[in-house]
């Protein structure tokens, strides 16, 4: 997605007076210790936490909305879905962008800007949102896409593409999206390095990535 750079001072600006009032209005009180990941495995054992942060990360979704569509189900085909996703992937990615680890300066920037607890709200909330899939177009290339899956990706994503801490949900993903995330993995071009997809895409055909994708894009 390429966002002229005079937008960037707007949107940071407007970010920042989105987070400010979802801390204001919604913040958990004393600051615990331990790591952010400690902090949201605590969070999920505590109902009452668990309803403070995902109120807050509603909040600052009014802005990731931009993008990410409302409640995390993306109107765009090459901007990932949100919703659905294990909270601690999604807390994971988030500080891969905010430590440089996964690079695209406009999310860099922007989870730059927010604060640890915001943060924790955002993976709280879009982890309880339910993920809308894409339809199915072509029920046979669907089931080749099914075939495949079912010999190589399950063992990461899980049998219903609902992933883990580990590994994301690609169950009812954007296809444009799933598309060039597998082509640079199978080509190497990407900017985010995994050895274990390239590993796993490297033999993947044209045919065969046409198939995954409208597969695991209408898995629910």
């Given at each position: 997605m390429n966002i002229h750079p005079s937008l960037h001072a707007a949107l940071g600006m407007l970010l920042a007076v989105v987070c400010g009032a979802a801390a204001a209005?919604?913040?958990?009180?004393?600051?615990?210790?331990?790591?952010?990941?400690?902090?949201?495995?605590v969070i999920l054992q505590d109902p009452q936490q668990l309803e403070t942060y995902a109120r807050m990360g509603q909040k600052v979704s009014l802005f990731c909305a931009n993008?990410?569509?409302?409640?995390?189900?993306?109107?765009?085909?090459?901007?990932?879905?949100?919703?659905?996703?294990?909270?601690t992937y999604l807390l994971?990615?988030?500080r891969q962008f905010a430590d440089g680890s996964r690079r695209f300066e406009f999310m860099e920037r922007l989870i730059k800007a927010m604060s640890v607890d915001e943060r924790l709200g955002?993976?709280?909330?879009?982890?309880?949102?339910?993920?809308?899939?894409?339809?199915?177009?072509?029920?046979?290339?669907?089931?080749e896409g099914k075939k495949y899956y079912d010999k190589v990706c399950w063992r990461c994503h899980g049998?219903?593409?609902?992933?883990?801490?580990?590994?994301a949900r690609v169950a009812g993903q954007q296809t444009a999206y799933l598309t060039q995330t597998l082509q640079h993995y199978r080509s190497g071009t990407g900017s985010r390095v995994?050895?274990?997809?390239?590993?796993?895409?490297?033999?993947?055909?044209?045919?065969?990535?046409?198939?995954i994708v409208a597969y695991v894009s209408s898995m629910r």
């Amino acid at each position: 997605m390429n966002i002229h750079p005079s937008l960037h001072a707007a949107l940071g600006m407007l970010l920042a007076v989105v987070c400010g009032a979802a801390a204001a209005q919604a913040s958990p009180g004393a600051q615990p210790t331990g790591t952010i990941e400690e902090r949201l495995s605590v969070i999920l054992q505590d109902p009452q936490q668990l309803e403070t942060y995902a109120r807050m990360g509603q909040k600052v979704s009014l802005f990731c909305a931009n993008c990410h569509g409302d409640g995390g189900n993306s109107v765009k085909s090459d901007v990932p879905n949100l919703a659905g996703q294990n909270p601690t992937y999604l807390l994971t990615q988030v500080r891969q962008f905010a430590d440089g680890s996964r690079r695209f300066e406009f999310m860099e920037r922007l989870i730059k800007a927010m604060s640890v607890d915001e943060r924790l709200g955002v993976a709280v909330y879009y982890a309880r949102q339910p993920v809308n899939p894409q339809p199915v177009r072509d029920a046979a290339l669907v089931a080749e896409g099914k075939k495949y899956y079912d010999k190589v990706c399950w063992r990461c994503h899980g049998e219903q593409g609902r992933g883990s801490e580990s590994f994301a949900r690609v169950a009812g993903q954007q296809t444009a999206y799933l598309t060039q995330t597998l082509q640079h993995y199978r080509s190497g071009t990407g900017s985010r390095v995994n050895p274990l997809m390239a590993a796993n895409t490297r033999q993947m055909t044209d045919a065969d990535l046409r198939a995954i994708v409208a597969y695991v894009s209408s898995m629910r």
